[in-house]
Nanobody, 121 residues
Framework: QVQLVQSGGGLAQPGGSLRLSCAAS????????MKWVRQAPGRGPEWVSD????????RYVDSVKGRFTISGNNGRNTMYLQIDSLEPGSTALYYC??????????????WGQGTRDAVSA
């Protein structure tokens, strides 16, 4: 079955860390760009980061550079997002998504179920 299953996240303290996981199945994980997207309450979706699992290339939205780290494990078909220095009161739903195939077009055709990250004020 082609799917993305997320885990991790939850409630954390300011300054702490959270780690999100996104396990892929049913397709060749390393053949696609893989993405993290978040949505804060009352705001639209925001692309956060992506990775090319085959080559290891990564990209981040400017607002998270230095605090977020995206990584992938091709053997486990799993992508991770490490979030450090959590900001007080920050809450968002985080989704992983499949991007375009390497060298191809399209993307955002497969999504994880979402996980909520909340940081106490």
């Amino acid at each position: 079955q082609v799917q993305l299953v997320q885990s991790g996240g939850g409630l954390a303290q300011p300054g702490g860390s959270l780690r999100l996981s996104c396990a892929a199945s049913g397709f060749t994980f390393s053949s696609y760009w893989m993405k993290w997207v978040r949505q804060a309450p009352g705001r639209g979706p925001e692309w956060v980061s992506d990775i090319n699992p085959a080559g290891g290339s990564t990209r981040y939205v400017d607002s998270v550079k230095g605090r977020f780290t995206i990584s992938g494990n091709n053997g486990r078909n799993t992508m991770y997002l490490q979030i450090d220095s959590l900001e007080p009161g920050s809450t968002a739903l985080y989704y992983c998504a499949r991007g375009r195939p390497t060298g191809g077009t399209g993307g955002y055709d497969l999504w994880g179920q979402g996980t909520r990250d909340a940081v106490s004020a």
